[in-house]
């Protein structure tokens, strides 16, 4: 597993550094939108929201791949702790 650390945490670091990236400009879309719209360009104002709506499904995406890799993250902790424990009692550590 300590071989394999550089890599999960590769893994689980491009998935959230998408969420915190997209976060930031989601929030300044949305001030954008709401500036477009209280203009009165309805049209500039929900093509806006269409990217955001597209983008949004992306931050669902990556979201559930971080979910993911934590997950097989636990799993795999909670394996090598058994085994850890069977190699003890085998060898009356």
């Known amino acids: 597993m300590e071989n394999s650390l550089p890599v999960l945490q590769n893994e689980i670091q491009n998935p959230l550094n998408f969420v915190n990236n997209f ?3 989601s929030n300044e879309l949305i001030d954008e939108m ?6 009165g360009d309805t049209e500039e104002g929900f093509a806006m929201l269409m990217i955001l709506n597209k983008t949004w499904r992306k931050f669902f ?4 791949r971080a979910d993911a890799i934590v997950k097989g993250m636990l799993q795999h902790a909670a394996v090598a702790a058994v ?8 060898t009356g550590r």
């Open 23 to 25: 976060s930031e400009v």
């Open 83 to 90: 085994k850890r424990t069977n190699q003890y009692q085998c």
């Open 61 to 64: 995406i990556k979201g559930k």
């Open 34 to 39: 709401k500036t477009e719209f209280k203009k």
